[in-house]
């Protein structure tokens, strides 16, 4: 008798009965099924690779004269490339939603659950191979800013920011996540992921400080996590200012962002799949 027509109870102790080797198992075997998804569509790594270098140049030689002026454009190199990296993680969170709806769309979905297996490694493997393509689009940012004069002055500082971004970029997830089971198609979750990126992006100090704002936006900005991530990666990599309050707010939200959202989307991928 198959797993698909066993009653509900005998099928939730099967799946109980899943030890932590058969779950990393199957959870390499997700990951490696997303991995070579991507290698027959390339295409999906785009974002990755191609909007770091185009924020960057776009910023750096746009706006980097407007904001910091002509002369001090290697100073604002210094300024907005760690405040990319934290707005690199909310763009690449965005593209798992999208990702996981059309798995839900495509039938793929209804293949995995007449396996045996945990339905959160289905969710843990997806965001491993995100953090995975965020790692990429953070090289390629940093790639474009050495290039156009980056300096870091503390390199372990520079590894420390990198993580701190992908241990908010792993709280994000969460949310598009349950987006991409909840909403019901693709095309929603980029409207509302839009429409939520935009403010907190441009509200917070990747761009320009947060001193040349209005008051009621720089309010915005103190409880902007984007800011404290932007500031901590940048006394992170080249000091100059303290960046303990930043860093221990930027993991206080990946914190609760985890705790609260994790459990929503796999409790509500667990109902629809």
């Known amino acids: 008798m198959s797993s698909a027509t066993l009653p509900a109870p005998a099928a939730q102790v099967f799946e109980g009965r899943i030890g932590l080797r058969a779950n990393l198992r199957h959870i390499?075997?997700?990951?490696?099924?997303?991995?070579?998804?991507?290698?027959?569509?390339?295409?999906?790594?785009?974002?990755?690779?191609?909007?770091?270098?185009?924020?960057?140049?776009?910023?750096?030689?746009?706006?980097?004269?407007?904001?910091?002026?002509?002369?001090?454009?290697?100073?604002?190199?210094?300024?907005?490339?760690?405040?990319?990296?934290?707005?690199?993680?909310?763009?690449i969170a965005m593209g798992v939603g999208t990702g996981f709806n059309q798995d839900f769309q495509t039938g793929v979905?209804?293949?995995?659950?007449?396996?045996?297996?945990?339905?959160?490694?289905?969710?843990?493997?997806?965001?491993?191979?995100?953090?995975?393509?965020?790692l990429?689009?953070?090289?390629?940012?940093?790639?474009?800013?050495?290039?156009?004069?980056?300096?870091?002055?503390?390199?372990?500082?520079?590894?420390?920011?990198?993580?701190?971004?992908m241990v908010f970029g792993f709280g994000i997830m969460w949310i598009f996540l349950t987006m991409g089971v909840v909403m019901k198609n693709a095309q929603a979750i980029q409207a509302m992921g839009f429409l939520v990126l935009m403010p907190l992006q441009f509200g917070s100090s990747i761009f320009a400080p947060t001193s040349t704002m209005p008051g009621?936006?720089?309010?915005?900005?103190?409880?902007?996590?984007?800011?404290?991530?932007?500031?901590a990666a940048r006394g992170l990599m080249n000091g100059g200012q303290p960046i303990g309050h930043d860093v221990m707010v930027t993991v206080l939200w990946s914190v609760v962002l985890t705790a609260v959202m994790a459990p929503i989307a796999i409790r509500k991928f667990t109902t629809k799949a």
């Open 109 to 134: 979905m209804d293949r995995f659950r007449s396996l045996p297996i945990a339905r959160f490694s289905v969710l843990i493997a997806k965001i491993t191979v995100e953090i995975g393509r965020m």
């Open 216 to 231: 009621w936006l720089q309010a915005f900005t103190d409880y902007n996590p984007l800011s404290s991530l932007a500031d």
């Open 136 to 165: 990429v689009a953070t090289a390629v940012l940093l790639t474009v800013g050495f290039v156009l004069g980056l300096s870091v002055a503390n390199v372990p500082g520079l590894f420390a920011a990198i993580g701190l971004s």
């Open 28 to 91: 390499g075997a997700l990951v490696r099924r997303n991995l070579l998804w991507i290698r027959q569509d390339p295409e999906s790594m785009f974002d990755a690779v191609l909007m770091p270098i185009v924020f960057t140049l776009l910023f750096v030689f746009v706006f980097g004269g407007a904001i910091a002026g002509t002369q001090n454009r290697d100073a604002y190199v210094n300024y907005v490339v760690p405040g990319l990296m934290a707005m690199m993680g909310m763009n």
